[in-house]
């Protein structure tokens, strides 16, 4: 097969699989699926970050809080504090503190979360009871009390009756009456709680056929929004009905912070608040008694008693501590002290007699060799001995001594 006719083949070759692969195209449809993996990791731990989000998309600056702990630094005017977080562990200061917040200016929002109590005469929720605004369960009201609601429910803003009543398209529901609107905002509050405003202070409420769930009431300077529920702002209910326009609408103009856990103070944080003095005072004093333990070597040994003594330990202890504190060279040097004096008395004149003849005298008066007397009088060196070559040293003297 010549260079041409493999050309040619692998020309048909190329040309078939094109023509193959033109049909398959022709012949292939595409699509698209969309795999649902359900709500991201941080979507699950926060159930309020869609507000979060949208709030954010309409221009409202939103700051997440874990606890309080920042309101004494957060200012009032301008504020909006979404209290959405368990306030059953709240302090009675802390509950002060928020109403003297709001009082400033702030807009406090939270929830109502206790039943009011007939015969205890409160709820036991201090910012309700403070208010003096009561929750009930509505199977509890009686015929004049959903009436009431009723009639808010379709009142105006200005305090007008309308005139043209229009069938309810969605009784379910809570209903947001606003001046100038023809259409009230529907907003999808549980509707099995009613409020009460004992004092009557409110100034706009939201209605469902036969309850109340959303009090608005001035407080100082500022505003308080109190509702029977706040689930209608979490992820998977937010985009229902104008739940999402609510929450705009109460949190308009102002930036807002929003609380998800509103524990009590701690201990230490107490501690530091009201006994700030005491805590120093209790440091300095632990600094001091680590020093003073810190001064210690050991344990202290207790004397032994006089009457159990001998002379050997008296002799030993002597010796331990002129040895500890003379060294090996003063105790020599005292032995051969010694060994002169006594050398003198028996030899007057001894003293100023030469080394050599020194020792030739030491010599006769105790009848030791000369190499015995060189040993023991020789100069001491300042070189640290030995045990050995020490205790030898010292029996060498004392054998001259003893001779004299």
């Given amino acids: ?41 941080e979507a699950r731990a926060n159930p309020y970050l869609a507000a979060e989000y949208y709030l954010r998309k309409r221009g409202i600056e939103v700051t997440r809080a ?41 807009h406090l929002l939270f ?51 309308s005139t043209d009543e229009a069938p309810d398209a969605y009784p379910e529901l809570t209903k947001l009456y606003l001046e100038n609107e023809q259409a009230p905002a529907y907003i999808g509050f549980d509707t099995d709680f009613h409020l009460y405003d004992a004092n009557n202070l409110a100034h706009v409420w939201a209605n469902s056929g036969e309850a109340t769930h959303l009090l608005q009431i001035y407080h100082g300077d500022g505003l308080i929004s109190i509702v029977t529920d706040a ?69 202290l040994l207790q004397p032994q008693p006089a009457s159990r003594r001998q002379l050997q330990e008296h002799l030993r202890g002597a010796a331990d501590f ?34 050599a003849d020194q020792w030739q005298i030491l010599g006769r008066l105790s009848r030791q060799p000369s190499a015995a007397i060189s040993q023991a009088m020789r100069p001491l060196s300042k070189k640290r001995l030995s045990a050995s070559d020490f205790t030898r040293q010292v029996a060498h003297l004392q054998t001259l001594r003893n001779a004299l």
């Avoid at 005469?121 to 509890?140: A, H, I």
């Avoid at 937010?238 to 201990?267: E, K």
């Fill in 1 to 41: 097969m010549n260079r041409t006719t493999r050309f040619a083949l692998g020309a048909l070759l190329v040309l078939g699989l094109g023509l193959l692969g033109s049909y398959l195209l022709s012949r292939a449809e595409s699509y698209e699926e969309v795999v649902n993996h359900g709500p991201s990791p």
């Fill in 66 to 106: 874990d606890n309080l702990a920042g309101l004494a630094t957060l200012p009032s005017r301008g504020q909006t504090l979404l209290l959405l977080a368990n306030r059953s562990n709240l302090t009675p200061q802390q509950n002060e503190r928020l109403l003297k917040w709001t009082a400033k200016g702030g």
């Fill in 111 to 161: 929830i109502a979360e206790r039943m009011w109590d007939e015969e205890e005469g409160k709820s036991g929720d201090r910012l309700l009871d403070t208010l003096n605004v009561q929750q009930y369960p509505v199977e509890t009201l009686d015929e004049d009390e959903a009436d009431g609601a009723a009639d808010a429910q379709t009142a105006e803003p200005s305090g007008e009756e």
């Fill in 231 to 299: 689930w209608i702002w979490q992820n998977d209910k937010l985009g229902n009905v104008d739940n999402a326009w609510l929450l705009w609408y109460l949190t308009q103009d102002s930036a807002v912070t929003l609380v998800y856990n509103a524990d009590r103070d701690n201990l230490l944080t107490l501690l530091q608040r009201h006994f700030t003095p005491a805590l120093l005072a209790l440091g300095v004093l632990l600094v001091l008694v680590l020093w003073h333990v810190g001064q210690r070597q050991g344990p």
């Fill in 322 to 355: 002129l040895l500890r504190h003379g060294g090996q060279q003063r105790l020599l040097s005292n032995l051969q002290q010694d060994i002169l004096r006594r050398a003198r008395r028996r030899h007057p004149g001894f003293e100023r007699l030469g080394v």
